[in-house]
């Protein structure tokens, strides 16, 4: 997989991209990331890559120009499109990261990792010129429901959430099968040595050395943990008849 991340700064994303998961699956090639400055497109004399918007309204908007040149130039071919209904078959996902787009959670990351490259562009001031959103981009991102100064640290959480996806980065084949929301559940709690620290133990079952049964608390506990603090999640999980049960008991408690 190889990711082009579209930016006005770029010494941004130098932090993620030199140490911890990012930087170990990138020297081992398992994936890669080109960092593009967008600024050395900008139009006139002081390479201008925005401007005031039309109808006075305030900020500064980003021009369309500069942008659209910068993602022809790299994936060398023309990607603005007549037409902002329907992108090009064999085009990659060109992706703003802006608070209007689809909310990333760990469903987006596994649809994302699937391609073979992406194009994340990190906005900036008031926002995207509307061609950019309808004709140059394929898809919207946003992190949440805040807004933040830019689209950079938006993409470097998208680039760290896939690489954790990418075969063979993480440490432990089952890593990132068993993180929060890879099931529809939160993680169970998690312990290490001492198995007794101030008066409070690590439950017997993670004691037992008996792998069913530790198989058994962890969905247990994910599932008791997601109920607690993410009940909305568990809309999407499929529970068997006795996690059902125990869900309902737990309501039951809850309330009497």
Request: with cysteine; hydrophobic share 40%; glycine share 8%.
């Amino acid at each position: 997989m190889h990711i082009d991340l579209l930016t006005l700064f770029p010494q941004m994303a130098s932090a993620l991209l030199a140490d911890g998961v990012v930087a170990r699956g990138l020297r081992r090639g398992l994936f890669s990331v080109a960092v593009h400055d967008w600024r050395t497109f900008g139009v006139g004399p002081h390479d201008a890559t925005d401007d005031m918007p039309y109808g006075g309204s305030h900020g500064m908007i980003l021009r369309p120009e500069p942008l659209t040149d910068a993602v022809e130039s790299i994936l060398e071919r023309p990607v603005y499109r007549s037409s902002g209904l329907v992108p090009a078959a064999d085009l990659p996902p060109i992706i703003l990261l802006t608070p209007q787009g689809r909310c990333f959670d760990q469903s987006v990351a596994a649809e994302l990792v699937q391609h073979e490259r992406l194009l994340l562009i990190a906005g900036r001031y008031e926002g995207f010129d509307e061609r950019i959103r309808r004709y140059l981009a394929t898809d919207e991102i946003s992190l949440g429901d805040f807004v933040l100064s830019g689209g950079e640290l938006a993409a470097l959480v998208i680039i760290d959430a896939l690489a954790r996806l990418v075969p063979d980065v993480l440490g432990a084949a089952q890593s990132a099968a068993e993180d929060s929301f890879a099931d529809g559940l939160l993680e169970y709690p998690q312990y290490t040595r001492p198995a007794r620290f101030r008066g409070r133990s690590v439950p017997d079952e993670l004691l037992s050395g008996h792998h069913a049964r530790i198989r058994s608390w962890h969905r247990l506990a994910a599932l008791r943990r997601t109920w607690e603090r993410r009940p909305d999640m568990l809309a999407g999980v499929d529970l068997s008849p006795e996690e059902n049960a125990l869900l309902e008991r737990w309501r039951e408690e809850k309330n009497e």
